[in-house]
C-alpha cells in the first residue's frame, strides 16, 4: 500500500498544493486541473517538502503550470530545501528555473484530497506528449534525449489515429 497522496488547501491569498510520495504521469493530469482551477483566482504554491519522486511527465506538467502563472500574472512557487530541488528538479537544470522556498505558508482550510483522474489511454498520451515537448523545448543534451521521446510517442499517436480512421472508414463501408 502506497502513501502517495496529492492535496489542496488554502493559506491567505495562495493555494497550497502538497505532493506527498510520489507523482507520475498518472497523477500529473489532476495535479494539472487543480493548479488551473487555482490559478484562476489565486497565487500557487506546490509544497514538495514530503515528495519523493518526480518523474519527467510530472515535470513537464509543473513546467505548463508555470507557464499559465506568468500568462495570468501569478506568483507560483515550490516549497522544498536544497537537497530535495536537487533530488527532484535537477533535469534540464529545472532547479534554475522555478522559484522556490524553504517553508510551506500556513493554511486556512483543511487539506482536501486530489483524486487522479480516470483518464483514457488517448487523452493520457497527448497529456504526456504536450508535457515532453515543454522538457525538450529547455534545449540542451537533455531536452535533446526528451526530443526524441516526443518524436516516438507523435509516431504513436499518429499511427493509433491512422489505424482508428482506418477502422472507421471500414466500417462504413461495411455498412
Do not use: N
Not at 518526480?54 to 501569478?74: N, Y
Amino acid at each position: 500500500m502506497s502513501d502517495d497522496r496529492m492535496q489542496v488547501a488554502r493559506a491567505a491569498d495562495q493555494v497550497v498544493i502538497r505532493i506527498i510520495g510520489r507523482a507520475t504521469m498518472q497523477e500529473s493530469p489532476a495535479l494539472r486541473k487543480a493548479a488551473e482551477m487555482a490559478l484562476d483566482a489565486y497565487h500557487l504554491v506546490w509544497d514538495m517538502s514530503q515528495c519523493e519522486y518526480l518523474d519527467s511527465t510530472m515535470l513537464g506538467c509543473l513546467i505548463g503550470v508555470r507557464k499559465l502563472a506568468e500568462r495570468l500574472k501569478r506568483q507560483m512557487l515550490i516549497v522544498a530545501d536544497d537537497s530535495r530541488q536537487v533530488k527532484l528538479f535537477t533535469t534540464s537544470s529545472l532547479d534554475k528555473y522555478f522559484d522556490f522556498i524553504d517553508e510551506c505558508p500556513e493554511v486556512t482550510t483543511d487539506w482536501l484530497d486530489i483524486e487522479p483522474e480516470g483518464i483514457d489511454t488517448d487523452a493520457l498520451s497527448r497529456h504526456v506528449l504536450v508535457c515532453h515537448e515543454r522538457l525538450a523545448d529547455r534545449g540542451g543534451a537533455d531536452g535533446e534525449a526528451f526530443r526524441r521521446v516526443v518524436d516516438r510517442l507523435s509516431t504513436e499517436i499518429e499511427q493509433k489515429d491512422m489505424d482508428c480512421m482506418l477502422e472507421e472508414h471500414d466500417s462504413q463501408i461495411g455498412e
